[in-house]
């Protein structure tokens, strides 16, 4: 990450906790996953079976991780999809990698950020 960026991030941490950063020994920018349709691949392979897709949440993956926590957790364990998430129209189809073997889309592609 660029200096400005540890230096905001550094500035909103101190400032939302009482924490007082005083110096960083190590800084880490990641790797973010992106899908062609955008929307996020949950659910078993269909051409690699026992292998389980959790990617494609590329630049808001914090504010999905809860509910693809707990929709994987259904899915590896053959359950359905949870009530509240159902209501919001959440779907197993809608985020299953099988979707791309119809020619729907591209597999996942991946953009580093220094």
Same mark, same amino acid.
């Given at each position: ?29 990641g ?17 690699? *079976?026992?292998?389980?897709?959790c $990617?494609?949440? %590329? ?6 991780? =809860? #509910?693809?926590? @707990?929709? /994987? ?6 359950? *359905?999809?949870?009530?509240?998430? $159902?209501?919001? %129209? ?6 299953? =990698? #099988?979707?791309? @073997?119809a /020619? ?11």
């Amino acid at each position: 990450p660029e200096e400005i960026d540890i230096a905001v991030a550094v500035d909103r941490i101190e400032r939302a906790t009482t924490l007082q950063i005083r110096r960083l020994s190590h800084r880490w920018a990641g790797l973010r996953s992106f899908v062609a349709d955008k929307t996020p691949v949950l659910g078993f392979d269909p051409m690699a *079976p026992g292998f389980f897709w959790c $990617a494609g949440q %590329g630049g808001y993956g914090f504010q999905t991780a =809860p #509910a693809m926590a @707990r929709l /994987g957790t259904a899915l590896l364990r053959g359950d *359905p999809v949870p009530e509240d998430l $159902a209501r919001l %129209g959440v779907t197993a189809a809608a985020l299953s =990698p #099988a979707r791309f @073997r119809a /020619g729907a889309g591209s597999p996942i592609t991946t953009e580093t950020h220094p």
